[in-house]
């Protein structure tokens, strides 16, 4: 791994989040930069045991800073799973001259990433490109924000015509395990109860404030679930709320990908332009084998041996802050 850097290969994998083409467009400019040979490897890890890579040249990344997905596609690709797969992508890079790796995606990627790097020697860069926000060391992913932003702007319209039916509506959000797009697009919309995977669902505090509040005369109710609660969903909830209080009138709506297209957000763009052109110094450097992670507004370089292991947490403060805010 002592040899220096001199022809890298981007990848995107996993899941897409808005703002992936902003990093892979910092990755290739600051490769350029630092006279590296940049290659463009379609779709994740599937496109690398494949030998589907391009060189990209500053021009092949012209004009998608605003744009969502992802120009090198992205996959889910069963053979890096296993020893052979793995094999199979070492001897393409090997072939292709490529001594170094931008993984752009999830914790799943990362883990392969590091099964690769430790297997084969191989200098990995982890880009966390996820809507989710559970990867540890950072206070962003790549698409969050505009996932949140997309979940919040459709809230408020549902509100509206809950609001003028008097109407509980059940709204679940993406998010696979993690319950961050509820937590903060259900912040955001003053919505009445939360529900997230991190924390135990407790039915028999929402039929209650439920019925508080219809005392009240209260009779709007925004209730946003994550996908990944352990009630299974907006339309399991509604069935157990149902069950508890037949009179209620109670709507389902499950946003779904709309979540994960669109223009990436300001926000997403920067964090993905500041990630990737880190991301490129790190090889540089020769700071091998780590996740560039933003905290407290620092780059943090995190081992992804680490981060494939462990994951971001939500906060006491902010459950706190939902409870209070929600009555
Ligand atoms: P994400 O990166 O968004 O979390 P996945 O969990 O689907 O998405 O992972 C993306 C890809 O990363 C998988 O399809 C697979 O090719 C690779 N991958 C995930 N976990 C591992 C692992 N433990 N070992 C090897 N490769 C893995």
């Known amino acids: 791994m002592e040899k220096k850097v001199s022809r ?54 012209a004009n998608i800073i605003q744009r969502g997905g992802t120009i090198l596609k992205t996959a889910r690709c069963k053979d890096f799973f296993k020893p052979e797969g793995r094999k199979k992508a070492y001897d393409v890079l090997v072939k292709r001259g490529i001594n170094g790796l931008v993984v752009i995606g999830g914790d799943g ?56 039916h008097d109407r ?9 395990e993690a319950g961050f797009i509820a937590l903060h697009s259900g ?18 505090d929402i039929i209650n404030s439920l019925q508080e509040k219809e005392r009240r005369k209260k009779l709007v109710n925004i209730i946003v679930v994550a996908e ?18 037949p009179l209620i009138e109670a709507r389902v709506c499950i946003l779904g990908h709309i979540q994960r297209g669109g223009a990436p957000s300001c926000l997403d763009r920067l964090i993905a332009s500041r990630m990737g052109y880190h991301a490129v110094e790190c090889l540089v450097e020769g700071r091998y084998n780590v996740f560039v992670g933003i905290q407290h507004n620092k780059m943090n370089y995190v081992p ?13 403060e902010w459950m706190k802050i939902v409870k209070i805010l929600a009555s």
């Open 168 to 176: 509980l509506f059940i709204i679940e959000v993406m998010g696979r």
């Open 304 to 316: 992804l041996e680490k981060v494939s292991k462990k994951r971001g947490t939500i906060s006491e």
């Open 228 to 245: 990944g609660d352990e009630n299974g969903g907006a339309t399991n909830i509604a069935a157990l709320i149902k069950e508890r209080l």
């Open 187 to 204: 912040i955001a919309t003053g919505a009445e109860n939360i529900l997230v995977p991190e924390r135990k669902t407790n039915l028999e």
């Open 109 to 164: 990627s990362f883990r392969g990433a590091v099964d690769f790097s430790n297997e084969y020697n191989i200098p990995v860069i982890g880009i966390a490109g996820t809507i989710d926000k559970d990867i540890y060391g950072t206070d962003f992913t790549i698409g969050f924000d505009t996932a949140v932003n997309t979940a919040v702007e459709a809230i408020d319209k549902i509100r509206d015509t809950a609001d003028a």
């Open 8 to 61: 890298i290969g981007v990848l995107t994998s996993g899941g897409d989040s808005p703002g992936m083409n902003a990093a892979i467009r910092a990755v290739v400019r600051t490769g350029i930069y630092n006279d590296l040979e940049v290659y463009g490897i379609m779709r994740g890890f599937q496109g690398l045991l494949e030998n589907d890579i391009y060189k990209m040249e500053s021009r092949s990344v």
